[in-house]
């Protein structure tokens, strides 16, 4: 039975930090990129960043330079930190992981960024 589950999230002021963590179980980690992806109330799930296999990172251009992503594969996990946080971060992240070759892909349950004074 595969599981990504999230940790981390919850509620910071603005020009905060945070940082998400989400653990995999029942896949080979290593093969599978993983990222996390965010949707905000009335508004479509989109990509935060990724991070492949072998290491490569992608992040949409809102977060370049404030979030980080990164992997650990002796231990299953991707982590997401999050610095200078800006109240339109606010959103539900989702941690996700798809195989480099044959796509299968898996979702965790998302966990709550609020972003507020």
């Known amino acids: 039975q595969v599981q990504l589950v999230e ?11 945070l940082r998400l963590s989400c ?22 799930r ?4 990724t991070i492949s ?6 992040y949409r251009a809102s977060v370049k330079g404030r979030f ?5 594969n002796a231990k299953n996990t991707v982590s997401l930190q999050m610095n200078s946080l800006k109240t339109e971060d606010t959103a539900v992240y989702y941690c996700n992981a798809q195989h480099q070759r044959y796509k299968t892909v898996y979702w965790g349950q998302g966990t709550q960024v609020t972003v507020s004074s």
């Open 53 to 58: 296999s072998g290491g490569s990172t992608n």
């Open 23 to 44: 653990a995999a179980s029942g896949i080979i980690f290593n093969v599978y990129a993983v990222g996390w992806y965010r949707q905000a109330p009335g508004k479509e």
């Open 7 to 17: 940790s981390g999230g919850g509620l910071v002021q603005p020009g905060g930090s």
């Open 46 to 49: 989109e990509l935060v960043a």
């Open 68 to 72: 980080t992503i990164s992997r650990d």
